[in-house]
């Protein structure tokens, strides 16, 4: 029965009486319907008006007052408190990203062409559902111990595992620390190197949430140029010769896909131990390389001065927010201090599906099954922008198309996604003035079929921004 403010009463429920009529009433206080200071009615009254005992509103009241919800005040009865803040369901706002200069991202279901989140239909999921909850089973018994921060031990051998077969790493389980996500990992090491102040070697053009994440480190983001060999080493040593950190992504740079040449990489391991400095190594393509066959990992040719970053954002779901990061012997031990107090690794039952996920061979499946499937959606996108007279070039799972130097690339993917497309601008990547605008589109979630028809509409927009 619905009785006083809209409480209802179901005696077949396995909630309680009273803790229905206290659930009843809180939503009235949130939703605004009993305003702060109104009076609540009698026990007696309230009792009689939903038909239940006097003890069962008495029980309602005083779970109401530990919350704080209402006041007995004696004769005056009781009260609702004038401080509870009402909370009426307001829309949130858009999400933006200031780093990419401010346009809508996130929207729950990915838009065509969003790059950096892999194809949701090729996504396992029945398959994941149950390594899920397999893992559910195995983990429900040790729920109540804390987990091990640096990570669930068969996961971080599996990771080791994979980065021999995979990325040429040569590491011990003990050096791998499993993260939130290549932010959180990112979040960590700045804290072990105790770099506050110093200058890092950053990509020009580069990831621009690590710029900003660097910044709030209190280290100074050098712009060092980046061309078809990746970043300029020479340059950067001249442009910054007191760098305590380079931060790099060597597999596949982003945004322009290059992978470090050898002379670089070379160039770079020598700069770290020439001044004892860290290389900090964004994997976070890993081996999904539509190409060529994928170049090693920056940390399979030195294991004192880089830190490799790796993330299942791109090569599982970023969803997930699991990431790992290797970190040289030296700095085991003061990583450890810093997880378990402050970033501790992801829930072990996430753990675990992933662990399984490895185990049983299906991840390296995926891998394989993505990277053809996104070369074959790279080459339908990029024949139809032929097509419809867009200029191209590759970089990582996305393709950019150039643009006339200072054309707004920013404004120009706001009306793209006001269109429902989701193309990411080129300008933002840059720290100084951008001497490239361009359009990022990624490929992963644009089936080959809709490559036409979607281009279309974007080169609509291009043409109707740009005239
Ligand atoms: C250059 C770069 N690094 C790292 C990441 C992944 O970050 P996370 O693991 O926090 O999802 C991305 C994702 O877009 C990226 O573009």
Redesign the pocket.
Known sequence: MEGSFGIRIDRGARLSLSAQIADGIRAAIRDGRLAPGARLPSWNDLAAQLGVARGTVRMAYEELADGQFVMPSGAAGTRVTGRMPTMRPEPEPIRTRAAFGGFPIGSSTALPFQ??VPAADLFPAALWTRLLGQAARDTAATQTDYPDSRGEPGLRAEIAGYLAVARGVACHPSQVFVT??????LNVILRVLRVQGADALFEEPG?P??RTALGWAGVRAVPVPVDADGLDIAAGGALAPHAAIALV?PGQQ?PTGAPMSLERRLALIEWAHAGERWIIE?D?LGELQLTRRAAPALASMDSQRVIH?G????TIA?GL?M?YLVAPPTLVAALQEVTGTLAPAPPPVMQHTVAGFIRQGHYLRHLRRMKRAYASRRDAIGAALSRVGLDWEEGGLALCIALPAGTNDVALSRAAHAAELAPVPLSPWFAGPATRAGLLLGVTNVPEARADALVERLAAVIRGATG
Not at 180 to 185: D, E, L, M, R, V
Request: glycine share 14%; hydrophobic share 40%.
């Open positions: 790059v950096g939130h996500g290549y932010a959180a990992a990831y949430f690590a992504t982003a964004d976070y970053i993330t299942f954002s791109k970023p927010r990431g």
